[in-house]
Structures are given as C-alpha cells and as structure tokens.
C-alpha cells in the first residue's frame, strides 16, 4: 500500500540572506511564489522547515527542505520539480533582501525513503505500510512514548484570554494528542482499518518550550520540543502505527507555522527522514568567515588594561583584550580549534574565578576564561544571537550593549502611548546565580533539537572554577562575564515575555529588572500573581523589595 512520497529539495543561496527564528512561514511563502501563488496551498501536500534556528546564511550556502506528498495530491512530485526550479513571480519574492527570493536555485532533490539522489521527483519511491509497520514494531507493547516536534504546534494570536492550551510547556493533555491523531490518520490515509479506542494517556514528561514568533502587526504562539506520555495500557499495533503517520503530516491546524509535524523517538519511517539542515550550528559557528571575524574583533580590541572590573561587555562580543603574542599563537591554533568546533567536541577548560565567596559561603563564579573558550564562544554567540536573540520581545533588545537605558525609556513610552498606563516592577534575585541548568539546558533543547551545539553550551555552562589550586564544582548558575551568558538568560527570561504578551500586556526587561505594562490596576493584580508563578517555575526569585505597582 502506497503512503507517501517523502522529498528533500536542497537549493544553493546565491545571495545572503536572514531568516526568523522559524522557518516555516518564509517556506511557505517561497513554495506559494513559486507555484504562482494560489489561493490555498495545495492539499494533501506537507513541508518540514529543519533549517529552523539559523538565521543568517552567506552567498553560496546550502538550504534544505522537505515535501511529504500523499497519494491523490493536489500537485504531484513532476508538478513540484517543475515549478520550484522556475524563478520568482511574487512580489514578496521580487523584494530585494527577501529570503529563498531571488537568490535561491534548486540544485538537486533526494527521495527521502532511499537516501538517494532523484533527477525526476516523480521518481521518488513511496513509503509503504510495510516500512510504517516496521518502524512502529517496537513502540508497540511499549507503555511510553515520546514526541519531539519539529514544527511549532500551537498557533494562536494574541492577547489570547485563556491560562489552558491542550498542548505547551504547562499543560500536556495526552487525550486531546490521541485524538488529534486519530482524526489525521482517518483523514489522510483512509485505507487504513478503523483506530480502535484510544488508550487512557497521561503526560509524564514535559520538555515543550513555548516559543512565540512577533511580528509588527501580530505575535503567533508556538510550542516546540518533545513530551512523554505514559499510556493505561501496552500500545497496540494500530496505534503505534498511527503515530508514525499522523507525525508526517502533522496534529497541528495552521499551514505556515502550526503544523505539529513530530518524530516519534525510536520509530524513525527511513533512515533518509526527517531531513535534517544542510549545516548543524556547530558547523555554522565554525565557517571561516565567522572565524575571520571574531579574530579581527579581538585584534581590534587591544591589549586588556585592567581599567574595567566587570571582564566584559554586555552583549559577549568582547571580554577584554589580547596581546599579540596570544592572537598569533591563537591564529596558529585556528585550524584544528575550528575543525573541534564543527563537530562539537569542544572540551570545556576551568575558569579562572576572580572572587570565589559570597555569604553563605556559595560559589560566586565570576570568571576569566581561557582564551580558546573564549574564541569558541564567541564564534558560538555570532552564530546564535542573530537567530536566538530574534525570539525575544523589545524587552529583550534593551540588553543590547549601549542601547539598554534609551530602548527601555522607548518601550515605556510607546506603551503608555498605546493605553498601557499601569505599571509592574519588579527585580530578579542574583540571576546569573540562580539559573537552574535542568530548565536552560530544556529550553535549548526544545529550540535547537539534538543539535550538538546545545551539549557544547552546557559544557561551558557546568565547567569548574579553579580558585588557586583549588577546583570548585557549580550546580548552577551563568558564569559571569562568559561571553554567552547574556544571551543564555535572555533564553531563560524570554518565557516571562510570552506570559506577558499572550495576556495582551507589555513587558520591558533591563538586566536582572523589569517592568509589565497593563491597561488597568485588576489587570496589574492578576499579572502580578502570573508572574510570580512564571518566576516559580523557572526556579528563579524575586529580589528582597516587594513588587510595586505605580499608575503613571
């Protein structure tokens, strides 16, 4: 029995380009153009987006992206080979700067059920039963199961007046899964013999991230990461088989973003899918031009004066300076540092601690880093800010190096411009101390997947602290002036922001500060008690003073 057509397209950028965060709304827009732009996409056609989380890409780059195409589609695999190597048409595409534009030419399509090269999509095998069934053999009997979604789930628009969603990083509801796989398995593949009762399902394990895409005149809501659900009773057969396919064409309801495409762990369909990015982050961080332009920074920087106590700058591109005999023995080493980047086996050295104590006798870890960690990361914070960075609110731009007090006074204005004329404030206790590893490292994980760059940045974050001869071991916390950890605890901090924003307020964040703006004093009260829960579940604490609430 014929179930799906399973396609990578690759396409060579010859221009740079800047995408989101997310990837899946500028696909669609690039798959949209290039069939001329109809008035609803084709159906029972699919696209995966696994390029997700990079941002920048350089003339010459490689971009991936997947179709998954059922029996009786709309636009056959001939049709799609067709169109997507013609040029542009629309104007969004015609738009000079827009990504998957001008500058994006198909070079070649693999048939994602051999792994092999196809010079006619048409060509391309199709996924059989027998092959579901056997990537399903294992999950049945199996009483858990786990889910990672590659695409966002969720999608709503905000301000939504609601606390419960079926599915993000608060609530897991395993029947409302079931169901939902249930309706696509009977929608898409009819064939099949009618899904018995669903079992009784609970969500055990939550590792969904709630990640929100902004745009100027919407913000949509999106969850990503994986779940566990532990079932009443062994996994039958049927199932099991339906959770492979439902995973391929998704449980989610909107086309651009929300598609819920998953993988189920253990039960891949081939060894060819899902298709995977043409460049793991890792691999990104350590292309030369990033390379060149991190030792011209730290050529430009100059030799470091001890004039500044604080071992760096805001925004982790510079943490003092280097001598030249360091920059050249730097530059001898550049080679074989790279090439360890690129596979992400980077070994984390101790940290020099400059001030080891604080009362109470815990570990404070401001550190020195070694020079090679430091080139290392700040290869890392090139590649990631652009992409990480564009998932946070305003709020989180007013961290930005030289902007922070001007961007915050813009925010503040503009909201009470807007009829945001009550006011939330607030401090964090001792952030940078008190960051949970457990919840960052789950955070990165929902957003970057099984990329090794997410083991690379937990390795920096859980290195020891050499205090003299002695080598202390941390449980927690950034270490201060790492030159990653400004944006480490903007990943943590941006959960706050989509509290805020799906409640219709405005939040405007400056370090360990921050303020929520409201349109009423019962507003402020309710998003008081919200906030002290956000805080509560990132297991991070208010500062000593009470939160003030001030009508302006």
Not at 439 to 452: A, K, Q, T, Y
């Amino acid at each position: 029995m014929k179930l799906a057509q399973l396609l990578v397209f690759r396409l060579r950028l010859d221009r740079g380009a800047r995408f989101r965060f997310f990837h899946n709304p500028t696909v669609y827009a690039y798959l949209m153009d290039r069939l001329g732009t109809p008035p609803t996409f084709p159906k029972r056609c699919f696209f995966l987006a696994p390029e997700s989380g990079r941002s920048c890409y350089e003339p010459g780059d490689e971009y991936r992206f997947g179709l998954v195409l059922l029996p009786g589609a709309e636009m056959d695999a001939a049709g799609w080979g067709h169109r997507l190597r013609r040029g542009p048409r629309s104007p969004w595409a015609l738009k000079r700067g827009a990504p998957l534009g001008q500058g994006a030419e198909l070079v070649e399509v693999v048939d994602g059920v051999t792994g092999q090269v196809v010079h006619d999509p048409s060509d391309a095998q199709w996924l059989t039963l027998r092959q579901v069934e056997r990537a399903a053999f294992g999950l049945a009997g199996q009483r858990r199961v786990t889910l990672t979604f590659q695409s966002p789930l969720l999608i709503l628009r905000t301000p939504v007046h609601t606390s419960r969603f079926f599915m993000d990083d608060r609530v897991v509801d395993g029947a409302t899964v079931l169901h939902r796989v249930r309706a696509r398995v009977h929608e898409h593949f009819p064939g099949l013999a009618p899904l018995g009762p669903a079992p009784a399902v609970e969500g055990v394990v939550n590792g969904l991230v709630r990640a929100d895409a902004k745009y100027p005149n919407k913000t949509l809501l999106g969850s990503v990461g994986s779940v566990t659900l532990e079932l009443g009773e062994p996994l039958s057969a049927p199932w099991a088989r339906a959770l492979v396919l439902a995973g391929l064409v998704g449980i989610g309801k909107s086309t651009t973003m929300g598609q819920g495409r998953y993988g189920v762990e253990g039960a891949e369909p081939t060894a060819a899918w899902p298709p995977q990015p043409a460049q793991t982050c890792c691999e990104r961080a350590a292309r030369s031009s990033v390379v060149e332009r991190v030792l011209a920074s730290m050529r430009t920087a100059g030799p470091d004066d001890g004039g500044s106590d604080d071992g760096g700058s805001d925004d982790g591109t510079e943490q003092g300076g280097v001598t030249e005999r360091e920059l050249e023995g730097l530059m001898a080493r550049s080679s074989a540092l790279r090439e360890a980047l690129a596979r992400g086996r980077v070994g984390a050295a101790p940290s020099l601690g400059l001030r080891a104590s604080v009362s109470g006798g815990a570990v404070d870890p401001l550190v020195a880093l070694a020079l090679e960690d430091r080139f290392l990361q700040q290869c890392c914070y090139e590649e990631l800010a652009p992409s990480l960075g564009q998932l946070v609110e305003d709020s989180g731009i007013a961290n930005e190096r030289g902007l922070s007090r001007h961007r915050c006074r813009k925010s503040l204005r503009r909201a009470r411009d807007d009829g945001f004329v009550h006011r939330l404030d607030g401090d964090l206790r001792r952030l940078y101390d008190t960051v949970d590893w457990l919840v960052l490292e789950r955070r990165l994980r929902g957003l970057l997947g099984d990329d090794p760059m997410v083991e690379l940045l937990m390795g920096w974050v859980r290195a020891p602290m050499r205090v003299g001869s002695r080598l202390l071991p941390r449980t927690h916390g950034l270490p201060q002036d790492s030159v990653l950890s400004p944006l480490l605890a903007l990943v943590m901090l941006d959960r706050l922001d989509d509290a805020a924003t799906a409640q219709g307020h405005r939040l405007v964040r400056q370090g360990d500060g921050f303020a929520v703006m409201c349109r009423s004093e019962a507003e402020v009260t309710r998003e008081r008690d919200d906030m002290a829960r956000e805080l509560e579940r990132l297991r991070l604490e208010l500062a000593s003073r009470e939160v003030q609430e001030a009508a302006q």
